[in-house]
């Protein structure tokens, strides 16, 4: 194959895989929000609200990125790096959450610009991380 080639298939399978972690990214996205305000409206206190959105979403984004986005085999070496991950992901995502409700003024819509700002950064690093390291093929 030659360079030209390869750069296209690079670049397709990148495009691909960015297109369907957007997808996946999407889902979790809108199961984590939901789980949230859900909690919330149940009275559940906001950072274990937070918490419970983010380990449901997860749950869902693992299988789907695993066999869709990244198309590889489970293995204990992936389940470990993936649970590092979002672990890390967890305490920052919390971080910036508390964070943003911190400096944000008390406004009915501020748990969910806090929520959104914390989703978003944890889900750019997530994908870097997920794609050089956890699935790698």
């Not at 859900?38 to 559940?44: D, N, R, S």
């Not at 943003?100 to 690093?125: D, H, N, T």
Request: hydrophobic share 60%; aromatic share 12%.
């Amino acid at each position: 194959m030659g360079l030209l080639a390869e750069t296209t298939a690079i670049r397709t399978t990148l495009l691909g895989q960015v297109g369907r972690f957007i997808l996946v990214g999407v889902l979790a996205a809108v199961i984590d929000f939901g789980v949230y305000h859900l909690a919330l409206e149940l009275g559940v206190w906001i950072h274990a609200a937070r918490a419970l959105g983010f380990l449901v979403a997860t749950s869902v984004a693992y299988v789907l990125n695993r066999r869709w986005v990244f198309h590889v085999t489970s293995s204990l070496a992936r389940r470990i790096g993936f649970a590092l991950l979002y672990v890390t992901t967890f305490f920052m995502i919390m971080a910036i959450h508390a964070i943003a409700l911190g400096v944000l003024p008390l406004a009915w819509w501020a748990p969910s610009l806090a929520w959104a700002v914390s989703q978003g950064v944890g889900s750019a690093c997530n994908f870097v991380v997920l794609r050089k390291v956890v699935f790698r093929s």
